[in-house]
């Protein structure tokens, strides 16, 4: 079993900057798509962004198409989401996510990830 571990979330005045990792336990992170899903209470967990195996293939939500970056450095274990020119409505908790299976193309379903960390608190308020 997999483990996800999230960090870098935190309080940042709106318009600021938060860069989100995400560290994978084990030695197959380079084979599985990525992704980044967020919650806000009540509310379903939506998709923010997803990074293909070897990073030739994201997709990002609408929403923050534009202002988040993923990335990804396979080396490291680690996958990153880079949140600039922040808004209060990005508030939620962030979680990382790992394919279901190696070798899928990402997937912007929820449904396709079988893999959660325990997620990290963002908060955008002045």
């Known amino acids: 079993q997999v483990q996800l571990v999230e960090s870098g979330g935190g309080l940042v005045q709106p318009g600021g900057s938060l860069r989100l990792s995400c560290t994978a336990s084990g030695r197959t992170f380079s084979t599985y798509a990525m992704g980044w899903f967020r919650q806000t209470p009540g509310n379903e967990r939506e998709f923010v962004a997803v990074?293909?195996?070897?990073?030739?293939?994201?997709l990002y939500a609408d929403l923050v198409k534009g202002r988040f970056t993923i990335s990804r450095d396979d080396a490291k274990n680690t996958v990153f989401l880079q949140m600039n020119s922040l808004d209060p409505e990005d508030t939620a908790v962030y979680y990382c996510?790992?394919?279901?299976?190696?070798?899928?193309?990402?997937?912007?379903?929820?449904?396709?990830?079988?893999?959660w960390g325990q997620g990290t608190q963002v908060t955008v308020s002045s």
């Open positions: 990074i293909s195996r070897g990073g030739g293939n994201i």
């Open positions: 996510a790992r394919r279901r299976q190696p070798w899928l193309v990402p997937s912007t379903e929820k449904e396709g990830y079988g893999d």
